[in-house]
């Protein structure tokens, strides 16, 4: 049997030996970013460092730990410090960290991405914000640093395609600190302006130079702009939060007034189509016309202009004859009717009627004397009332009652002192 076989655990313990003992890799330097990362309960941080080639696992135990002032995070590009060695277990090499700083760089594409993500679940960015720019501006407000080639190209570009239209510079600090909040005074200031489209931007950079245009407050300032913005940052690469934010995205400075103002070979093109279609739709219209005009000069009415007096003429005979014939039915119907009174009864025997008449009234005149109760006090009868109610029974009295008793000539008031019934 061959005495050269080791075991797993040997060979590991060799490589350990090997790393341990190596002056290069007991303190070595790299940078790159932070993948699952995990924050231990007692302090210590796991995480792997990787870049576009490779990665490599790597531990920071808590008494290295309490030295970070900032919160590790998945992305986060970082610098770090430690030494190379191997964890037996496993096998695996790995980084033992002692100190670690952010790789500043890096970090801005991870704040740009966190910025990002941050307005663009607010809505920022979405389409139905933007705002369309006009064909034929009047008047451009360009928010940029006064010396450089980005206005001189936007200048230079705007007279070359469409000289009529003005150009209003806002001159503004475009990289540092302080670039931030000058554009957007700036922004604000050329929004009061009544402009149709504003140009936001700058010539390439780094990162950092562009920096300003990836800011919250710039990002916010041109979302709130009541004038379509065109954000024109950097060079064709280049892309800043302002580019999702604006109205419109231009690769370059010179892209921007590209698209803000139309050229004037293509205005002039456009001008002659639009002279060839006036032309066609004048030449339809007459020809609509003169067709009209000849079946109007063609129709029945104008070469007879007679036939409408004639049916007109024809109607008012008609209107008059039956007019006439109303009036002497009338007429005749009203002296039948005349006859038929001068024949009646009452104005052949008028004294007749007049005779008949007053005998019915004397005969109702007689019945009336009849029931007149007055007649019948006249003969010596009464009558006797209790309450105005008139009394036709002794049930109807008691003793003591008040009765009025009519007679012919006056009514005697009578208080009642005995009853007899027959």
Not at 86 to 95: A, C
Not at 244 to 258: I, L, M, Q, S
Not at 300 to 311: A, R
Not at 391 to 414: M, P, Q
Request: hydrophobic share 35%; with cysteine.
């Amino acid at each position: 049997m061959n005495n050269n076989y080791i075991t797993v655990g040997a060979l590991t313990r060799y490589i350990k030996y090997k790393l341990d003992n190596d002056p290069n890799l007991q303190e070595v330097y790299i940078k790159g970013e932070i993948s699952n990362f995990k924050h231990h309960t007692r302090g210590h941080f796991y995480f792997t460092i990787k870049d576009e080639e490779s990665r490599i696992n790597a531990i920071m135990f808590a008494s290295s730990t309490k030295n970070i002032n900032f919160e590790p995070v998945d992305g986060m590009k970082v610098l770090v410090k430690g030494r190379i060695s191997v964890f037996e277990s496993t096998g695996n090499y790995q980084i033992y960290v002692t100190e670690m700083m952010e790789d500043g760089i890096g970090n801005l594409y991870a704040l740009f991405e966190e910025l990002k993500k941050k307005l663009s679940i607010e809505g920022l960015f979405d389409q139905s914000h933007k705002k369309s720019l006009p064909k034929i501006p009047n008047k451009i407000g360009v928010v940029t640093a006064p010396t450089g080639a980005a206005i001189k190209d936007i200048i230079s570009t705007i007279n070359r395609r469409y000289p009529l239209c003005e150009v209003i510079l806002f001159p503004s600090l475009v990289q540092g600190k302080e670039a931030a909040s000058d554009i957007v005074r700036n922004i604000k200031l050329a929004d009061t302006y009544n402009l149709d489209v504003l140009i936001v931007g700058r010539g390439g950079g780094s990162i950092e130079d562009l920096w300003a245009f990836n800011e919250e407050i710039v990002a916010r300032a041109i979302y709130e702009c009541n004038t379509p913005v065109i954000s024109a940052v950097g060079h064709e690469i280049d892309f800043t939060i302002s580019d999702f934010v604006a109205d419109k995205r231009a690769a370059t400075p010179t892209g921007a007034a590209e698209i803000a103002v139309p050229s004037k070979e293509e205005l002039k093109k456009l001008l002659s189509q639009y002279k060839i279609r006036l032309s066609k739709n004048i030449k339809n219209k007459l020809n609509n016309y003169r067709i009209y005009l000849s079946k109007v000069l063609d129709s029945y009415i104008l070469k007879s202009p007679m036939s409408i007096y004639e049916v007109k003429e024809e109607k008012l005979s008609n209107l008059i004859e039956r007019s006439n014939n109303s009036i002497i039915n009338i007429i005749s119907s009203n002296k039948v009717k005349l006859e038929n009174i001068r024949s009646s009864y009452i104005f052949i025997n008028p004294k007749k009627i007049f005779e008949n008449k007053n005998n019915k009234y004397i005969n109702l005149i007689n019945k009336l004397e009849i029931l007149n109760p007055l007649n019948t006090l006249k003969r010596g009868y009464s009558i006797t009332k209790k309450s105005n109610n008139i009394i036709t029974s002794v049930k109807d009295i008691k003793i003591k009652d008040k009765l009025d008793i009519t007679l012919e000539n006056g009514i005697l008031n009578v208080e009642v002192l005995d009853i007899k019934e027959n």
